[in-house]
């Protein structure tokens, strides 16, 4: 029987050689390339990644620079209009509130504005006071009938027929008190604009007692008064001044003057022919000259057109001038007290430019106005937003005065207040009411529309 299994011999020699080749198979194996890096060849390893990759890696960083970046632009951007929405408060937030302002004085909390019960308002009258004592008994407007003298507005300077060319030497005499002064004070000329239909003229002689706003260039919305009484509704005039432009843009938005020339409480009063090109000076009209406005009026208000007043009036008038003794109240500044400090907030925040500013600024120093905080113990700036005050020859005056000086210089009516406040050194009496007591007085609603310039052809 034959066998299917076959023998082969093997020396030790072949034996030892096959031993060697497995052991060197199984070296080979182990020490594949990349498997493993000792510590001493990772800089030359990072340093071939390096060079590989560098494309890349530069790619990764611009995508993340670039993500970085208009993150910073979106949040940026949503803080700014954030921050623009708090200096723009929506009006319909402090519309109509009457909630008393308060602060805490000597640990109580009291209101800052301090009127009468709603009882004793309704029983207020207007007081009639005579002066004897005030060092101005009489004023004398200048007037003019020369049409050719200078022309409706500007000719390298902003006095024009309304106002008449007050000249250097004209500005120094009526800062000389005198039983009888003679002033620049706005309506010099027949010609010189600013005309009112003889119908609202008609009705503004009858006030005794107005509240007055303004708004020329299309400007503020009008905010019906709130919080009067029953007498003061009956007592007291309400007159707002616009333009032919701000009644476009109110008609366009649904706010119409009815037959009777009345917008809920407030008589609208629409002027032609404004005198200034700039329409910031063309509101100092109605804030500053309503003693001319008004010639048989005894106490005005002023109020913004930003703001919506919201107090009785003459419970103001008894409040800030009656029971302190005071002709004029005006509210203060909350920022700045020196008329040197607002200059330069002026420039800084681009209301006026830094030459016109400098102008004033220098004359200011050659009359060596005190950069004092304080005049006559009162503070030096004014906020001038409400002005209260009765129209006494003296108080007529200080408003001449004071708005020949806007027309002189800048129409930051800031800037010039402390001036004539410290050159008029007989107005003594003036309250000059905080920040706190402002805010009692109106709700701020601030600007809604930027005002059109006025546009005019020679």
């Not at 790619?59 to 723009?88: D, P, V, W, Y």
């Not at 503020?220 to 709130?226: H, R, S, T, V």
């Not at 032609?272 to 063309?282: A, E, G, I, S, T």
């Amino acid at each position: 029987m034959l066998s299917n299994s076959v023998s082969i011999s093997m020396s030790d020699d072949d034996s030892n050689e096959i031993n060697r080749i497995r052991s060197t198979r199984t070296r080979r194996k182990r020490k594949k390339p990349g498997h493993r890096t000792t510590f001493g060849e990772l800089p030359r390893y990072l340093l071939r990644l390096l060079l590989r990759y560098w494309i890349l890696l530069v790619l990764l960083l611009a995508f993340g620079l670039l993500l970085f970046e208009s993150t910073r632009i979106g949040t940026k951007s949503a803080n700014s209009e954030h921050n623009q929405l708090k200096k723009s408060p929506d009006s319909s937030g402090n519309l109509n509130r009457l909630d008393p302002t308060t602060k805490v004085i000597g640990g109580v909390r009291q209101r800052c504005l301090k009127l009468l019960p709603p009882e004793e308002l309704e029983h207020l009258d207007i007081l009639d006071r005579k002066d004897s004592t005030s060092p101005v008994k009489k004023l004398v407007y200048l007037t003019g009938t020369d049409s050719s003298s200078s022309h409706v507005r500007g000719n390298g300077t902003r006095f024009n027929l309304f106002t008449g060319n007050q000249s250097f030497a004209e500005r120094e005499t009526s800062f000389q008190v005198t039983e009888t002064v003679s002033v620049h004070c706005g309506f010099f000329n027949e010609n010189g604009g600013f005309r009112i239909e003889d119908e609202d003229k008609m009705f503004m002689q009858t006030c005794q007692v107005v509240v007055s706003t303004c708004a020329f260039g299309g400007g503020d919305n009008l905010y019906q008064p709130i919080g009067m009484s029953n007498a003061s509704t009956q007592k007291v005039c309400y007159v707002a001044f616009w333009d032919d432009v701000t009644l476009a843009t109110q008609e366009a938005e649904g706010h119409k003057i009815g037959e009777n020339g009345y917008i809920g409480k407030w008589r609208v009063v629409v002027v032609k022919d404004l005198p200034f090109m700039d329409q910031r000076l063309n509101g100092k009209i109605p804030k500053m000259l309503s003693h001319r406005l008004f010639p048989e009026a005894k106490y005005s208000i002023w109020v913004d057109s930003k703001s919506q007043f919201r107090r009785d009036p003459l419970g103001v008038l008894d409040a800030l001038l009656w029971r302190t003794n005071s002709v004029l109240a005006i509210s203060e500044h909350g920022a700045r007290g020196s008329v040197y400090d607002e200059a330069k907030a002026v420039v800084k925040k681009h209301k006026a430019t830094p030459e016109e500013v400098q102008v004033q600024i220098n004359q200011y120093r050659r009359d060596k106005l005190p950069e004092d905080k304080r005049f006559n113990g009162k503070k030096a700036l004014s906020e001038a937003s409400v002005i209260v005050r009765e129209h006494t020859p003296l108080t007529n005056l200080f408003m001449c005065l004071w708005f020949n000086e806007v027309v002189r210089y800048t129409s930051r009516d800031q800037l010039s207040f402390p001036y004539v406040f410290w050159r008029l050194r007989v107005l003594k009496n003036v309250n000059m009411f905080p920040v706190c007591t402002r805010k009692d007085l109106v709700n701020s609603m601030g600007h809604v529309r930027k005002a059109k310039p006025l546009e005019f052809s020679l």
